[in-house]
């Protein structure tokens, strides 16, 4: 079946440190690959996508290379904020016309000033 | 004007009742979805309804009932509740039904059993 594993957290960084969240899936196929973002209180929004092999996503500083030799996504930002405190979720959706969005864990982001 | 609304945003309740939490989204969407959110943050698909027909039904007691009277509005209703139901349930909603699209979730019901 489809999975997706996030290495275990949570991560604290201090403000302006270098950022890396590991993904690895396991799907059929060729996978659309996805990271959404939760703040503290709210629901989950899209941060970054990409849809095929080598594609980079890319949204507020944060990106993402869709590595297939690997089958992995990870999430890289090279200066954090304390405003980026917030857990990532790493989530893949495989082909197909009914598909679902499959989730990892999640992980726990805490930067401190 | 917020895209997907759930209510409501808490419920406290006791074993045994039976709640419901209502979802709209104002964004013409066609698919909809509920995710439940247990304490450690892992999130996992109950139902999702394309244009008021049912295409994922997940593993899920039948105590929790899914309605979708149009497409722009889906709801769960939840019987005889348990512990363990207790958790954040998320609504979201997509222009595909392939689970290839942007999801936009609402902001969360949080369900606390007693």
């Known amino acids: 079946g489809n999975s997706v594993t996030q290495m275990e957290g949570p991560v604290t960084l201090s403000e302006e440190a270098f950022l890396t969240i590991n993904c690895t899936y396991t799907?059929?196929?060729?996978?659309?690959l996805f990271w959404y973002v939760q703040y503290p209180g709210e629901g989950l929004q899209l941060l970054l996508k990409?849809?095929?092999?080598?594609d980079k996503g890319s949204n507020k500083g944060f990106e993402a290379t869709y590595r297939k030799e690997t089958t992995s996504f990870h999430l890289e930002k090279g200066s954090v904020q304390v405003s980026d405190s917030a857990v990532y979720f790493c989530?893949?959706?495989?082909?197909?016309?009914?598909?679902?969005?499959?989730f990892g864990k999640g992980i726990t982001l805490s930067v401190r000033p | 004007d917020t895209a997907v609304s759930q209510t409501p945003k808490y419920l406290v309740t006791q074993m045994g009742n039976d709640k419901s939490i209502k979802c709209e989204q104002n964004?013409?969407?066609?698919?909809m979805y509920w995710y439940k959110q247990d304490s450690k943050k892992f999130l996992k698909i109950m139902f999702s309804?394309?244009?008021?027909?049912?295409?994922i039904n997940e593993t899920v007691p039948n105590r929790f009932s899914p309605k979708s009277p149009d497409k722009a509005h889906l709801n769960l209703h939840i019987n005889s509740l348990e512990l363990g139901d207790s958790a954040v349930y998320f609504c979201?909603?997509?222009?595909?039904?392939?689970?290839?699209?942007?999801?936009?979730f609402g902001e969360g019901s949080r369900l606390t059993v007693l």
């Open positions: 979201a909603s997509s222009q595909e039904r392939s689970g290839r699209g942007e999801l936009f």
């Open positions: 799907a059929t196929g060729y996978p659309s």
């Open positions: 990409a849809t095929k092999a080598d």
């Open positions: 989530a893949l959706s495989p082909t197909g016309a009914n598909s679902k969005l499959t």
């Open positions: 964004l013409g969407h066609d698919t």
């Open positions: 309804y394309n244009n008021k027909e049912l295409i």
